[in-house]
């Protein structure tokens, strides 16, 4: 027996007793612009190269998933509320059957709480894409807060160990549960970089059908307040009364979409475009086409669609939120917004200066690889199931 085969054994042998479990209320058959969907389908995809068998437990179908040898449970056919799904979540693990050795890997704290509840001798591990009790706050009042606040702190105490995406989640968390630093690890967010990689503008924008236009700037993620696309409307409207060769995009959906439609609509924004669910394909094509993508986000966790503008070529302009401070450098490779007041003047600057950047920035993401960032979570599940 050769060393390859004798890996390849190895690896079988070891697959018989990793099992893993997703938790996720994302569907996989929608691929947009959603970075914890990114991260489920990357790291799902990353474990079965390397013999893991993973089962997912998420909302609608497995959509290309269903190409891999994943079992896939359906907690409900649609997305809702959090809420909603962790109620149907409940319902779902009272009748689920786990191996006692599956590792139940949760993508928000409150997640895993049925799995407390039901399966308690099983390990548990959560990834913490960054602080959704703030989001539950602004979004339900400080009421729902508490009591949200009070199913994460029940369950990552009862969590082996604790994922935090970004420098900045790892030491929120450490702060407001210092009793809990100890399961805290820091484990960056992977990104397909097989996958996205820079496409020419010319040729993306002619794919998209935008090729008339000179410039284009990109906002993709949810359309949900604490992102305040609100500000990227304003900002874009002081650069369309000078500049009518600009285009601005805004790719995804949300709860409070049809109010940032109304605010485009009050504003008279003409040179403006709105795109739903977009595929994995089009993402990539959105992002090559682009000068910059802009995040104006209060928090974020990462946020992965910077990571993937990167990766195609394409300066970011953010607010210093999640990992942006330890990848964007300004002026390298986009530009970093203390002052949001000068969002407006940094995406003219960035017209003017993408061209120049382009070159900078798939080297500033090439160690986000899910290939490296697998391993890397593949020991902690180890460890975890060492403690029992």
């Given at each position: 027996?050769?060393?390859?085969?004798?890996?390849?054994?190895?690896?079988?042998?070891?697959?018989?007793?990793?099992?893993?479990?997703?938790?996720?209320?994302?569907?996989?058959?929608?691929?947009?612009?959603?970075?914890?969907?990114?991260?489920?389908?990357?790291?799902?995809?990353?474990?079965?190269?390397?013999?893991?068998?993973?089962?997912?437990?998420?909302?609608?179908?497995?959509?290309?998933?269903?190409?891999?040898?994943?079992?896939?449970?359906?907690?409900?056919?649609?997305?809702?509320?959090?809420?909603?799904?962790?109620?149907?979540?409940?319902?779902?693990?009272?009748?689920?059957?786990?191996?006692?050795?599956?590792?139940?890997?949760?993508?928000?704290?409150?997640?895993l709480f049925p799995f407390c509840v039901f399966h308690p001798?099983?390990?548990?591990?959560?990834?913490?894409?960054?602080?959704?009790?703030?989001?539950?706050?602004?979004?339900?009042?400080?009421?729902?807060?508490?009591?949200?606040?009070?199913?994460?702190?029940?369950?990552?105490?009862?969590?082996?160990?604790?994922?935090?995406?970004?420098?900045?989640?790892?030491?929120?968390?450490?702060?407001?549960?210092?009793?809990?630093?100890?399961?805290?690890?820091?484990?960056?967010?992977?990104?397909?970089?097989?996958?996205?990689?820079?496409?020419?503008?010319?040729?993306?924008?002619?794919?998209?059908?935008?090729?008339?236009?000179?410039?284009?700037?990109?906002?993709?993620?949810?359309?949900?307040?604490?992102?305040?696309?609100?500000?990227?409307?304003?900002?874009?409207?002081?650069?369309?009364?000078?500049?009518?060769?600009?285009?601005?995009?805004?790719?995804?959906?949300?709860?409070?979409?049809?109010?940032?439609?109304?605010?485009?609509?009050?504003?008279?924004?003409?040179?403006?475009?709105?795109?739903?669910?977009?595929?994995?394909?089009?993402?990539?094509?959105?992002?090559?086409?682009?000068?910059?993508?802009?995040?104006?986000?209060?928090?974020?966790?990462?946020?992965t669609i910077a990571m993937e503008a990167l990766?195609?070529?394409?300066?970011?302009?953010?607010?210093?939120?999640?990992?942006?401070?330890?990848?964007?450098?300004?002026?390298?490779?986009?530009?970093?917004?203390?002052?949001?007041?000068?969002?407006?003047?940094?995406?003219?600057?960035?017209?003017?200066?993408?061209?120049?950047?382009?070159?900078?920035?798939?080297?500033?993401?090439?160690?986000?690889?899910?290939?490296?960032?697998?391993?890397?979570?593949?020991?902690?599940?180890?460890?975890?199931?060492?403690?029992?």
């Amino acid at each position: 027996m050769n060393a390859s085969e004798n890996d390849d054994c190895k690896t079988l042998l070891w697959s018989e007793v990793m099992q893993v479990a997703l938790v996720c209320g994302v569907d996989p058959s929608k691929e947009g612009a959603s970075g914890v969907l990114s991260y489920v389908l990357g790291l799902t995809k990353a474990l079965i190269k390397i013999g893991v068998i993973v089962k997912i437990i998420g909302i609608g179908s497995a959509g290309s998933l269903q190409n891999y040898n994943v079992d896939f449970y359906a907690v409900q056919d649609r997305a809702t509320t959090s809420f909603r799904f962790l109620f149907n979540l409940m319902k779902t693990v009272l009748s689920l059957e786990l191996s006692k050795n599956a590792i139940i890997h949760a993508q928000r704290p409150d997640d895993l709480f049925p799995f407390c509840v039901f399966h308690p001798r099983n390990p548990k591990v959560v990834t913490l894409h960054g602080s959704h009790s703030d989001s539950v706050r602004l979004n339900k009042g400080e009421i729902v807060g508490k009591i949200y606040d009070i199913i994460e702190s029940f369950t990552l105490k009862r969590t082996s160990s604790i994922l935090c995406v970004s420098k900045s989640t790892y030491l929120h968390f450490k702060d407001k549960y210092p009793s809990l630093k100890n399961k805290m690890r820091l484990v960056y967010i992977g990104i397909d970089t097989e996958f996205f990689n820079p496409i020419p503008k010319r040729e993306a924008r002619k794919k998209l059908g935008l090729g008339n236009w000179k410039h284009i700037i990109i906002y993709a993620g949810r359309l949900v307040k604490e992102k305040r696309i609100d500000l990227i409307l304003k900002a874009f409207k002081q650069i369309e009364t000078t500049n009518n060769e600009t285009l601005l995009v805004i790719v995804g959906g949300g709860r409070d979409e049809d109010e940032i439609k109304n605010l485009a609509t009050k504003l008279s924004l003409t040179n403006l475009k709105f795109l739903s669910v977009v595929t994995k394909s089009e993402i990539q094509l959105l992002l090559s086409c682009a000068d910059a993508i802009v995040i104006t986000s209060i928090k974020e966790g990462l946020p992965t669609i910077a990571m993937e503008a990167l990766a195609c070529g394409t300066p970011v302009i953010s607010t210093p939120v999640g990992i942006i401070p330890e990848i964007v450098k300004s002026g390298i490779n986009g530009y970093i917004v203390t002052d949001i007041d000068e969002l407006p003047r940094i995406m003219r600057k960035v017209l003017v200066t993408s061209s120049d950047m382009t070159t900078n920035c798939p080297g500033s993401v090439g160690r986000f690889s899910w290939e490296l960032k697998a391993k890397e979570i593949v020991a902690i599940y180890n460890e975890t199931s060492s403690k029992g």
